[in-house]
């Protein structure tokens, strides 16, 4: 079985500094901000942060809402979260988004977890090599193999946040096409029957 780098089967984006984005009060941090003259545009968003990746999925309710801000040279009526961000930092469809921080785990980004922004406590993933599975690719960054790696790499460190650059050398291994495809269905639905008996478990304990 071959190996390969994460960093050689996909690209890894870093996330964004959201404080960078977020509308500012006029007495932030205790100082006095002279309001400009210029255009602003605003823009609710919702960020993708790493309490929010549970089980392999984006666990929606756990996702972190923000109201951007920015000074434009002309008045827009609409705007969108591509207005602030880099179009890198915004979860698509069929990539994954990891944790940089423990656990170190990983979700699969569908249709209906698209147009959020990546928080800087996480890295985006998009698969470079048409012979890997996504879905295999999310099963090892749920390993404990990958698991063990990253950790590895973070030990030492007073604060443990892994870095894109580490990510990028982490060895994958890599079984025949039809094993990968397999390995991610296997997950996926693992991963759903626990987030049903999750949900089943909350409902009766609200009952309770």
Known sequence: MTKKRLGDISKITGGQITSRLEKKE??????IVRESDK???????????????????????????IVCE????????AT??????????????????LKL?????????????????VSSFCASLTLTDKDVDLLYVLAFLNSKLYQDQIKDLAAGSAIPLISVGAIENVQIPLPSK?????IGKDFINTMKKIK?????????????
């Open 26 to 31: 006029i007495d932030d941090l205790f100082e």
């Open 39 to 65: 255009p602003k545009i605003t823009c609710e968003a919702l960020v993708l942060v790493p309490r929010a990746i549970s089980n392999g999925f984006v666990d929606k309710s756990s996702l972190m809402k």
């Open 70 to 77: 920015k000074e434009t040279k002309k008045e827009l009526d």
């Open 80 to 97: 969108d979260v591509a207005s602030f961000v880099d179009e890198s930092k915004i979860t698509k469809a069929d990539t994954l988004v």
């Open 101 to 117: 921080s423990t656990p170190y785990d990983a979700c699969v980004i569908t249709k209906d977890d698209e147009n959020l922004i």
């Open 178 to 182: 039809e094993e990968q495809e397999q």
């Open 196 to 208: 049903l008996i999750n949900k089943v478990i909350v409902l009766e304990s609200e009952k309770m």
